[in-house]
């Protein structure tokens, strides 16, 4: 579904990504381990246009859509939920989700994608009417996947969902990701420092140091990696 083909992407003249090569298959959740500061963020950036990539290329569906803007990438299913979760503080949470269905115009299809995220977070439709702003932290996260969900991804970009929250919350998080991606068919590339959480719903990992994937192989493997444990998974 997606291959990014050694990357090098760049702030000024500092070299965030070193040539990263990522592969993801449909229907899979892959996820993206490291330390702050590997270049997560920006594997992420670069594959949906905010940040391009100066070489290498990223081919989705077997289009190339290196160099593409940002909507015309959005268009293509490619969907990101942003570290910090980035909700719109002063927009209601209604509000918040229309914004997410705004390139849309199946009406029938996002009635049914709306019920579907209330069914999926209560509490949403509860607080339909309330400022994002006004939401908890976990609230705003469940705000945030929820509106890259009504956008129809074929391709789902989440950046650290766990970042701040509760273990409780994060578990909820975790299960939702995984009922995306089982239920509703969305494939999901998700870049974690919380790497025993991210390897417990993931089929397959890479690891990133310094701007380079130094290690890939299935979760179950991964775990089992005396270098991952000692470095990532606390053990
Ligand atoms: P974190 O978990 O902290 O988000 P990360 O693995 O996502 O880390 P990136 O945010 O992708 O890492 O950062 C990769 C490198 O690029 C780091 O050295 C960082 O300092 C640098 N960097 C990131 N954003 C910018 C920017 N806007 N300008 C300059 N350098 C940046």
Redesign the pocket.
Known sequence: MLEVNDIQTY??N?K??KGVSVTISEGEIIT?I????????????SICGI?PPRSGDVTFMGEAITGMKPNEIVQRGIIQVP?GRRIFPFLTVKENLDMGAFLRNDTEEMKKDLEYVYEMFPILAERRNQPGGTLSGGEQQMLAISRALMAKPRLLLL??PS?GLAPIIVQRIFEVIRKINTESKVTVFL?E?NANLALKIAHRGYV?E??RIILHDTSANLMQNEEMKKAYLGI
């Open positions: 702030y000024g500092i965030a990504l993206l490291g330390a702050n500061g590997a270049g997560k963020s920006t594997t992420l950036m940040v570290e950046d650290e970042l870049v420092q990133m310094t701007g």
